[in-house]
């Protein structure tokens, strides 16, 4: 059963990089807003029932075939949205480290030293226009790669695995920041939790091997 779960930590503990407001927002009525719309257009397609939100958009181009262009644009942009945030909160925490760990320390150097990676995500996200992610995958070769995508356009339709994402959507930062999209990316590195990019590094190389 599709259901929104909790935050794994309180709605105030990212602060004063993100504030308790625009977190119960973001959660609790953006989120939970694709998650709706995601279950309107996946509960109405009887062979997708038994798809997650994650299969969904991996298939997401063959689909285009199986439903019509306003099902098939819901499940992309809702589904997107709905699996999207659920990465987002498992990848921050009030605690942990904020460097790469485990065997993606020396994965991620394949994308230059740890400030330049940082510094490259930063300009992806920062270029991003209007509303989208920046994203770091693991591809189906097991190669890291770096991009942006605008809305809720998924790297999972792409085939590749998610391991970190920003998301650059105005409600995600507006209500501290307005229109300050670099503050908010330079806070947003401080609740980055290595342990759990690294642990979805690990869960995407089972996947390819």
């Known amino acids: 059963m599709l259901e929104l779960q909790p935050l794994p930590y ?4 990212l602060e004063p990089y993100i504030d ?12 939970q807003a694709y998650l709706d719309k995601f279950k309107l257009a996946w509960q109405e397609q009887h062979d997708l029932k038994k798809l997650s939100a994650e299969q969904v958009l991996w298939q997401l181009e063959e689909l285009k075939e199986k439903v019509d262009e306003k099902t098939w ?3 992309k942009n809702h589904g ?6 659920n990465v987002l909160w498992e990848i921050m925490s009030p605690n942990g480290p904020r460097e790469p760990v485990g065997e993606l320390k020396e994965k991620i150097k394949d994308l230059g030293n740890f400030a330049e990676f940082k510094q490259n995500f930063t300009d992806l996200a920062l270029g991003q226009f209007g509303s989208g992610w920046a994203w770091l995958v693991l591809d189906g070769q097991g190669q890291l790669r770096t991009y942006a ?14 391991l970190l994402g920003v998301d ?14 670099a503050d908010y990316l330079t806070a947003w590195w401080n609740v980055v939790d290595f342990n759990a990019v690294e ?11």
């Open 10 to 13: 309180a709605y105030n503990a």
């Open 73 to 75: 644009m819901a499940l």
């Open 199 to 209: 642990k979805r590094y690990q869960a995407a190389l089972a996947k390819i091997k």
């Open 149 to 162: 995508l605008p809305n809720q356009d998924s790297p999972l339709s792409f085939k590749h695995h998610i």
């Open 80 to 85: 997107g949205g709905f699996v999207h945030h």
């Open 20 to 31: 308790e407001e625009t977190m119960r927002i973001h959660h609790d009525k953006h989120h």
């Open 168 to 181: 650059v959507w105005e409600h995600a930062y507006y209500l501290k920041y307005q229109n300050r999209r």
